[in-house]
């Protein structure tokens, strides 16, 4: 019994992934790469996408599947971010926030986007069940296409993300003017030799991941993953099923909101438009990639899951590039290989209606 | 008397109200979208010869991939949007035709009969796979089409030159390895089947101007109307009103067209690529006596019920494998139409939105995911890219920006797709839910 689980956790595509990521790591060793930048960069990555992977496992969890539409809650956490970014320039008179404040209210103006967002979006989920995945995602997509014209009409002032001429918002909002790329990076950040530890983001990643993992083992998290592992036995046991759904998918929503800013901040910039069209997909096929199903995720799968393909991305590229130059797109072909990949295979196990 | 007009009153007027009303509510989408793009016509200030033109070639362009989509959605699998593996089939066979240095109307013969039996490949492939994901076959198709896009780049801009040999410095990029990003048809297969004269000289070839077309079209469509009037079984007949209304907007076309002709006006510059239309039109007829035949039956069986369809002695896997090789094949056709109108096309982009351009046109012209037919499909390609012609130039005269209308076109493709997807899912769950209550258990 105990192997026969054990085969079933570990099964053959997380294997061969996990394989090639080793496979790529030694590689790296043997082509003398710099290892002490391969290992910064791919912590700092680890670290910026961490949050959006954790965004999955409410939505998993809840039983609405892994949430493709998680571009809902990217955008606002882009929307809390401008909030704050305009709220900071037409104050500039009177009080100058630092960084750290001025983080902290991008995140508190895009809670009630989030919140209303993610009712309205579990609202509607509820009314489509079996199809989430493929509504969630179309969602997604099409609230991404219509902020586009959102970006150019939305009346925001500040200088620092308007085009000079013309109108709207430019596509990338520079965050370094006001300090806050890589404020959590930088915060508390460790030099050993020449390897960075951006502490700060890897610990608000952690925090994140401890509050959710507190919330699951709260009343409500309990609730919400009866709901999700045996909808029809929770509804028996006086749980709302509906509202359980709703509770996972809002939480996502914040998730993804909080876990956009935290991305945008190590990044430098706020990317609207295209953006934010295709990170679920990552932050999906992450998730994944640690072990989850579309209908079970825990806090590990998350962890495993972001170090592994995260890293897989860091590492695939110059590894490629230094076997020819003419290889230069392999880092980002594997990627797309590996995540749709993963998704796919995750999709066949589900074993359909 | 009085009585009796009454009861004819009360009989007659709820009735049609009722059916104007059921009319309006469940053609809403396409509705919407003829005053849509009236308005978008109106306000983009475009002349008609432009706005023609543009729609002429267009149509030729892309109705081919939105035919495509039907058989799928017949056998119960919603919108296909794996059809880009098709598209990509089509590409591969049209660099290497390209690279044979063979053009026009044989380039064109032997990219489709090379192309067919990639396509039927990648058909029973993706078929196989969507017998795995029953009931999510629409994300999987999604998805499949984002992963072959990296076997893709893989195999055109890694692989060839490296390990495929292939040495051609138009298609090959100057460090050798890799298709360059940009290919350029011009003097091979451009226009190969839509001037398939040009291969032997004479341009004008099956060439007609767009007057013309129309008019002998309306004529055609006039005949085929009324010789389906009197052989049809009489239940089958169209109603009065519904005659006389098709027989008017005939009229009207055929009187426009005449007009055109008789006068000097720049439409009669605008010549349609006939071979081309002929091509659509035959796998329109091919399309409707396809639904017919055995297998067309089953898929129609299969789409409604699987379990009725597996009872009632169907193999449930084989048929719809069977619908997603014959969608992919007619991708793969649809798409060198799409490449050989285009003339230069984007090596690893232009495959990239076919299936949501074409699975929007459908739903515009108001197909389901449950139903569509080739009338949706034609009407809705028409839309559509109405809609995609006049909306930068809206955008330009309404905000001074035409980048605002083509955020818009695009929202439209999108949101189209997820308004009617969400739609169909909570109707499903609904008749779901009221199937399940008189019983008084679920399941």
Redesign the interface.
């Known amino acids: 019994m105990a192997s026969n689980s054990f085969l079933k956790r570990i099964d053959l595509a997380r294997l061969i992934i996990a394989e090639f990521f080793v496979f790529l790591c030694i590689t790296a060793v043997a082509l003398r790469l710099n290892l002490a930048e391969l290992i910064t960069s791919s912590l700092s990555r680890i670290g910026m996408w961490s949050v959006l992977v954790l965004a999955m496992l409410p939505a998993i969890v809840s039983g609405i599947g892994p949430n493709f539409g998680v571009s809902l809650g990217i955008i606002c956490g882009l929307l809390g971010g401008l909030t704050a970014l305009e709220l900071a320039y037409r104050l500039d008179e009177i009080v100058q926030f630092s960084p750290g404040i001025l983080f902290l209210m991008a995140i508190l103006f895009s809670l009630p986007f989030a919140l209303l967002v993610g009712v309205g979006y579990g609202w509607l989920l509820n009314r489509v069940k079996g199809s989430e995945m493929m509504i969630a995602t179309y969602v997604g997509f099409s609230i991404v296409s219509i902020m586009k014209l959102a970006w150019v009409f939305l009346p925001f002032t500040n200088p620092e993300m308007a085009w000079p001429i013309g109108r709207g918002v430019r596509v990338q909002v520079a965050l370094g003017n006001r300090g806050l790329a890589q404020l959590l990076n930088n915060f508390l950040a460790i030099r050993i030799g020449e390897v960075v530890i951006p502490t700060g983001l890897l610990l608000s990643g952690a925090l994140c991941a401890l509050l959710v993992w507190f919330f699951m083992r709260s009343q409500t998290g309990m609730a919400m993953a009866a709901a999700g592992s045996n909808p029809r036995f929770a509804q028996a046991a006086g749980i709302s099923v509906d509202r359980q759904r709703i509770i996972g998918t809002v939480l996502s929503t914040v998730l993804g909101a909080v876990g956009i800013l935290i991305y945008s901040q190590s990044y430098g910039f706020l990317q609207l438009y295209e953006g934010p069209m295709f990170m679920p997909f990552v932050a999906v096929a992450a998730i994944l990639i640690g072990g989850a199903s579309v209908s079970k995720a825990n806090i590990t799968h998350v962890v495993v899951g972001t170090i592994l393909f995260l890293g897989i991305q860091v590492v695939a590229v110059p590894v490629a590039n230094a076997f020819t130059a003419d290889w230069s797109s392999m880092g980002e072909i594997s990627r797309k290989i590996i995540q749709n990949g993963v998704i796919l295979y995750a999709l066949t196990q589900a074993g359909g209606e | 008397m009085q009585s009796k007009t009454t009861v004819l009153r009360e009989s007659f007027v709820p009735r049609s109200i009722e059916s104007i009303k059921q009319f309006l509510v469940s053609n809403m989408v396409t509705i919407m979208f003829v005053i849509l793009s009236v308005l978008g016509y109106k306000v983009s200030g475009m002349t008609p010869f432009l706005f023609f033109m543009d729609i002429t070639a267009r149509i030729s362009r892309n109705a081919f991939l939105v035919l495509a989509l039907i058989i799928p959605v017949m056998a119960g699998m919603g919108l296909n949007f794996s059809i880009v593996l098709g598209a990509m089939a089509a590409q591969a066979v049209v660099i290497f035709v390209t690279h044979w240095g063979i053009g026009g109307l044989p380039g064109i013969v032997l990219a489709v009969a090379l192309v067919t039996p990639l396509a039927a490949l990648l058909g029973f492939l993706t078929g196989t796979?969507f017998n795995?994901?029953?009931?999510?076959e629409?994300?999987?198709g999604?998805?499949?089409g984002?992963?072959a896009?990296?076997?893709y780049?893989?195999i055109f801009?890694?692989l060839v030159?490296?390990l495929i040999p292939m040495s051609n410095p138009r298609l090959i990029m100057g460090?050798?390895?890799?298709v360059r990003t940009t290919i350029d048809l011009t003097g091979g297969l451009k226009y190969g089947l839509d001037w398939p004269g040009q291969y032997w000289g004479n341009d004008l070839l099956l060439r007609p101007t767009l007057p013309w077309t129309a008019l002998g079209l309306s004529v055609l469509l006039a005949l085929v109307l009324l010789a389906y009037q009197l052989r049809a079984e009489k239940r089958k007949r169209w109603s009065i009103p519904r005659m006389v209304a098709s027989m008017v907007g005939i009229v009207v076309i055929a009187a426009w067209s005449i007009v055109q002709i008789r006068s000097n006006s720049q439409i009669n510059w605008i010549r349609v690529p006939l071979l081309t239309w002929l091509v659509i039109g035959a796998a329109c007829v091919g399309l409707h006596f396809f639904s017919k035949t055995k297998l067309g039956q089953d898929m129609r069986s299969v789409g409604q019920n699987r379990h009725v369809a597996a009872v009632a002695g169907i193999d449930v896997n084989r048929v719809r494998i069977k619908a997603i090789i014959l969608s992919m094949v007619m991708a793969a056709w649809g798409h060198i139409i799409f490449l050989q109108n285009l003339g230069t096309f984007s090596t690893y982009g232009s495959h990239e939105q076919v299936g949501l351009y074409s699975a929007a046109a459908l739903l515009i012209g108001g197909a389901t995911v449950a139903k569509a037919s080739i009338k949706h499909a034609v009407l809705g390609t028409i839309l559509f890219h109405t809609l995609f012609i006049v909306a930068p130039a809206a955008g330009r005269q309404l905000f001074g920006?035409a980048?605002?209308g083509e955020?818009?076109r695009?929202?439209v493709a999108?949101?189209v797709?997820?308004?009617t997807?969400?739609m169909h899912?909570?109707k499903?769950?609904l008749q779901s839910r009221s199937d399940a209550k008189p019983s008084g258990t679920?399941h």
């Open positions: 796979l795995r994901t029953k009931g999510q629409m994300i999987a999604l998805i499949l984002y992963f896009q990296g076997v780049e893989l801009l890694q030159g490296s460090s050798g390895v890799g920006d980048q605002i955020y818009f695009v929202f999108y949101g797709i997820g308004i997807l969400a899912a909570w499903h769950v679920e």
